[in-house]
């Protein structure tokens, strides 16, 4: 005869919400160990979309992202997502689809991030209500012309990853200050420099600031200015590979930004630290 679980249900979907995070890999194996299991961790399993582009087929997303669950909309979908994965999702990555991937990808209305580029992204601006995006990766003034900082699409928005390579005038971006809940920013070239004592001057809500770049010969003695040296807030690292610390952040909250996190607390606390995080020395 079979025994009645001992533990509370809440408690077991506890445990099991916190096994499926913390081991994403063993995720779809614990799907199959009850049917109660799959209804409290299928919801996690289809949280994380990705779009075909030519850069990221099925195959290479599998590799890249180490066989952690995710849903791949693909080449031959069909006009809607079912319902359940409408519901479900809550991280997209969106990078140079077709204008048909795009509106199927942005159907879904509870996204928190997305990753987008290419020329179908501006359809994401054009939506009559918005996701409540707490975060965002993108080309801003390819998403944008102007960008517009008073768009909704901010209003909610805690963390803003930006792929923008030209640096223009501080004026441009002085909006940054008015993202209300602002938290973490970081820009992807050293062309922004410039600009990095004024953003931590002007965002009051701000608690990291990344310069997050592929390797200079210059390096980080390209930072001239001692208070933004000083400020522990400011931290300079290397990007990793991107598709598989995107993947692992938005299922277990380790990525680039909670390193960041990190290496700020421990200067906050005194501990001397540099700047910059020299992670094959860390």
Known sequence: ??????????????????????????????LLVARRVKEWLQPLAHSVVFCPTQYLE????????????HVYISRHAPPELPPHLRSSARHLWLINNSP????????????????????????????????????????????????????????????LDMWDFEFG???EWSGLASIPNLTHLAFSVIQFLPLLPKVLHTCASLRVLLMLVAPHPEG??????????????????????????????????????SRAEDWVDRR???EGLRFYIDEDNT
């Open 169 to 171: 005038s501080e004026e």
């Open 100 to 159: 048909e991937h795009t509106t199927l990808a942005l159907s879904c209305p509870l996204l928190e991030s997305i990753v987008c580029a290419g020329p179908h992204a501006k359809q994401l601006l054009a939506l009559t209500n918005p996701p409540p995006l707490k975060r965002l990766a993108c080309n801003l003034r390819r998403l944008f012309d102007p960008v517009d900082f008073t768009h909704p699409i901010f209003a909610r928005l805690t963390h």
């Open 1 to 30: 005869m079979l025994l009645e679980p001992r533990l509370p249900p809440e408690l077991q979907r506890l445990i099991f919400e916190m096994a499926a995070r913390t081991h994403p890999s063993s995720m779809l194996d614990l």
């Open 268 to 270: 906050r606390l005194g």
């Open 58 to 69: 099925q195959e290479d997303l599998h590799k890249k992202t180490c066989g952690y669950p």
């Open 220 to 257: 980080t003695r390209l930072v001239a200015d001692p208070d933004l040296a000083a400020d522990p807030r400011f931290v300079w690292m290397r990007r990793r590979e991107h598709v598989e610390d995107w993947h692992l952040g938005v299922l277990t909250g380790v990525d680039f930004w």
